[in-house]
């Protein structure tokens, strides 16, 4: 099989820089020079496999995912795994990752144990019950919000619509005869409604906010 060595060096020179080692650093820890790390990333050379192998592990990544191979899209196919069977992103699964592994070696255990203590708590499902919850509430009263504004707009033009939005929040700012008038009375109406709604949308989003609080103080309080 034929491989891509820029692309293969591309890659290398990535995941260093990734750890900020220098090409001296990472060649001291494969046992070669800096200069080799040089070819291996400029495309000149092939790592011969004892070396990738050694960079595979270093980097916390797959053997074909140096060479180029795409079914390594995702760095390895564990990443690629995981992601497509819990539906997370990659760099869910990478924030995941470094957050068990980050620290000392003797800090270790300790921080992927109450990572596990967390995931594994009894309690857990119920706060991303409040947490998907919050969002949805949250995403929905910008999307209605937007929404209403649009349609209106649409139907009355952005100048009038505008001078509607500003007699219901101060409504000394507008003429008696432009307030009596059928039509700016008509968006006036439907600009109050849509505020009324998005008043118990934020109270909503109060309430579910203090419930995402509480589901999680439970969560942590149960923690083994």
Known sequence: MRYDLEKIGK?????????????????????????????YENGKLLPPQDILLKMADLFNCEYGYLLGE??????????????????????????????????????LEARQQAINSFFESHYFQGFIDCLVETVNISKDLKTRSDDVYEELRSRYGEELVNRATIYCALSDAISDFEAKEPKFQEISSEIESAIDASRNQEYALKVARYELREAFEVLIRNIQ
Not at 71 to 79: E, P
Not at 82 to 97: A, D, N, Q, T, Y
Request: net charge positive; charged share 30%.
């Open 70 to 107: 795409e079914s390594y899209k995702d760095g390895s196919k564990l990443t690629t795994a995981v992601c497509e069977s819990l539906g997370l992103s990659s760099r869910s699964v990478e924030s995941l990752r470094v957050a068990t592994h980050k620290g000392l070696t003797r800090e």
């Open 11 to 39: 890659t290398i020179r990535q995941e260093r820089n990734k750890l900020t080692w220098t090409q001296d650093k990472l060649g001291k820890i494969l046992g070669v020079t800096g200069k080799q790390i040089s070819n």
